[in-house]
């Protein structure tokens, strides 16, 4: 079984992305928090945790991992200490490890961000640590889902490097999109954009090779 850290795994949808990986018969989560506070339960779950701010020095974080989802977020208030310089360090961690693929949570719209009427600075720090991900010589799948809800997943989305839509997307199903673009057959070097839709989720990821 391959080690997947979980940065952000105490998030709404970081929680659901340890989950996943708990139940898969390929990976095993490695939950990364940011306090000491935030670790039991993970603990009480068998699931293994370590502490890493990405505020602060994380170069030993990726000590012993395979893959990486980066799956932080500031929420806000620090997009460019944790949503762009905290991303970096985990993309320049990871390659010193020679992680095998580095799986970036982004968002739609951090292609283009000059262009968007709100949560500029939130998309142009995105687009940052995206450009850093795809420059890095690293593996990478950065999968760009539209607003999150807290729905119940329907596991059906639609997939394009381009939608020429917008729309929302359960945090579920953006959580079951970011495990299955871990594995090697799929995603490669590839930037993607998702929302809610009529695909298996497995089956629009295999258009994505």
């Known amino acids: 079984m391959e080690?997947?850290?979980v940065a952000g795994a105490n998030g709404t949808t970081g929680k659901k992305i340890v989950n996943l990986l708990?139940?898969?018969?390929?990976?095993?989560?490695v939950a990364m928090v940011r306090?000491?506070?935030?670790?039991?339960?993970?603990?009480?779950?068998?699931?293994?945790?370590?502490?890493?701010?990405l505020e602060q020095d994380i170069s030993n974080s990726t000590k012993n991992i395979d893959k990486v989802i980066f799956a932080a977020g500031s929420g806000g208030k620090k997009v460019v200490a944790v949503d762009q310089e905290g991303a970096k360090k985990l993309v320049d961690a990871s390659k010193a490890s020679n992680v095998k693929k580095f799986v970036m949570l982004s968002s739609m719209g951090a292609d283009q961000p000059e262009k968007a009427e709100k949560l500029k600075d939130y998309?142009?720090?995105?687009?940052?640590?995206?450009?850093?991900l795809k420059n890095s010589g690293l593996n990478f799948a950065i999968v760009r889902p539209g607003s999150l809800t807290d729905n119940k997943g329907i596991g059906k989305i639609?997939?394009?490097?381009?939608?020429?839509?917008?729309?929302?997307?359960?945090r579920d199903d953006v959580a079951q999109t970011l495990v299955r673009a871990l594995h090697d057959d799929v995603a490669n070097h590839k930037t993607f954009e998702i929302l809610e839709g009529e695909t298996l989720i497995g089956q629009a990821l295999d258009t994505v090779g």
């Open 35 to 53: 306090k000491e506070s935030q670790m039991e339960q993970f603990k009480a779950k068998n699931i293994e945790v370590i502490l890493g701010d």
């Open 123 to 132: 998309l142009q720090a995105k687009h940052n640590a995206d450009v850093h």
């Open 22 to 29: 708990a139940q898969s018969q390929y990976f095993n989560p």
């Open 3 to 5: 080690n997947i850290l």
């Open 158 to 170: 639609v997939l394009s490097e381009h939608l020429s839509q917008e729309g929302n997307i359960s």
